[in-house]
């Protein structure tokens, strides 16, 4: 049996002492509430401070009695997480990038004004701030986890 936090090394060593007391379906049940809980957060964290929340969408769980997971198959929640450093971006398919800097929201499918639009050959992005999502849900949320594991143990004996 393993159960581990990523991360969290103090928090492992107490879940490690607690898992021990619980039987398979005790540790299944708690790995149930505390995952639910995480991504439950997780989504709301991700709703509350990204514009466009397409990926709370695809924040996904996986629970056996052995481990519980939260998870997302989205590629830029890594950039969200951990930021990125200072990059150059060049077009793939065209020959300059073309963006939209009219006045917002902009009409679904405007293509109008040549004033509206910016157009370059390549942009040298500064970086962005990592926002670890992952990681304040995780810490906003470690003594309701160990609640859990407790109340299965009560429950369990």
Request: no cysteine; proline share 4%; hydrophobic share 35%.
């Given at each position: 049996?393993?159960?581990?936090?990523?991360?969290d090394?103090?928090?492992?060593?107490?879940?490690?002492?607690?898992?021990?007391?619980?039987g398979?379906?005790?540790?299944?049940?708690?790995f149930g509430?505390?995952?639910?809980?995480?991504?439950?957060?997780?989504?709301?964290?991700?709703?509350?401070?990204?514009?466009?929340?397409?990926?709370?969408?695809?924040v996904?769980?996986e629970?056996s009695?052995?481990?519980?997971?939260?998870?997302?198959?989205?590629i830029?929640?890594?950039?969200?997480?951990?930021?990125?450093?200072?990059?150059?971006?060049?077009?793939?398919?065209k020959?300059?990038?073309?963006?939209?800097?009219?006045p917002?929201?902009?009409?679904?499918?405007y293509m109008?004004?040549?004033?509206?639009?910016?157009?370059?050959?390549?942009?040298?992005?500064?970086?962005?701030?990592?926002?670890y999502f992952?990681?304040?849900t995780?810490?906003?949320?470690?003594e309701?986890i160990?609640?859990?594991?407790?109340?299965?143990?009560m429950?369990?004996?």
């Amino acid at each position: 049996m393993k159960i581990e936090i990523v991360g969290d090394k103090k928090l492992n060593k107490k879940l490690k002492q607690l898992g021990k007391n619980l039987g398979p379906s005790g540790r299944r049940k708690a790995f149930g509430i505390a995952t639910t809980l995480l991504a439950n957060y997780l989504k709301l964290l991700y709703d509350k401070e990204l514009n466009s929340s397409k990926i709370k969408n695809k924040v996904f769980t996986e629970i056996s009695s052995e481990h519980g997971k939260v998870y997302t198959d989205q590629i830029h929640a890594i950039f969200l997480e951990y930021g990125t450093k200072a990059h150059d971006i060049f077009p793939k398919r065209k020959k300059a990038l073309s963006w939209y800097i009219g006045p917002k929201p902009k009409p679904q499918g405007y293509m109008g004004d040549k004033k509206y639009w910016a157009v370059a050959k390549h942009v040298r992005h500064p970086g962005t701030k990592g926002k670890y999502f992952f990681a304040r849900t995780l810490k906003d949320n470690k003594e309701k986890i160990l609640i859990i594991f407790k109340k299965g143990m009560m429950e369990d004996v």
